[in-house]
């Protein structure tokens, strides 16, 4: 009698876990500016030193976690900040890990530019990952970027 209540609860979690992975529900909401991506993300041609100004060194930093309800395949991302607000990205089957580090990332250069009103892109920028996790149920990735923030001119500034 007992097994059959545990084998009848397995199917039924296995039930829910399969019709939430058909329909992927989620929420996602994204701040972002343009130019503030990764290297290897934004293309467009070399600027030549005339065409941008370097602004001075920046500094940004983000935060972001993770939580899991493993063994069912339902887990979120979240960040929150004091003058942004907060980010909550429910997502079903990916990989443990991965994201919070890049939702910080995102934060953290998103901050940087924001620092210096002027400026549109950070150039060369270094990354430092600090990620504690408890198994696979949590991570917390803090992420710290610094490089050298720079505006590129408009048309009118190159041609005076």
């Not at 329909?23 to 600027?47: D, H, I, N, S, W």
């Not at 890990?97 to 998103?110: D, P, Q, R, S, T």
Request: charged share 25%.
């Amino acid at each position: 009698m007992e097994d059959d209540v545990y084998k009848r609860l397995f199917l039924l979690l296995c039930t829910m876990a399969l019709l939430l992975s058909l329909f992927q529900c989620g929420t996602q909401m994204q701040m972002k500016v343009p130019g503030a991506t990764y290297p290897g993300e934004l293309r467009f041609e070399e600027l030549n030193r005339n065409e941008y100004e370097v602004l001075g060194e920046v500094m940004g930093q983000g935060k972001a976690s993770y939580t899991g309800l493993w063994p069912i395949p339902i887990f979120w991302f979240s960040a929150s900040d004091e003058k942004y607000g907060d980010v909550t990205s429910l997502k079903l089957w990916s990989s443990f890990g991965i994201g919070e580090v890049n939702i910080a990332k995102e934060i953290a250069v998103y901050k940087a530019l924001e620092s210096i009103p002027d400026a549109d892109l950070i150039i060369e920028p270094r990354y430092r990952v600090v990620k504690k996790s408890w198994a696979i149920w949590h991570s917390v990735a803090v992420v710290e970027v610094k490089g050298k923030a720079i505006k590129i001119k408009t048309d009118k500034e190159i041609k005076h």
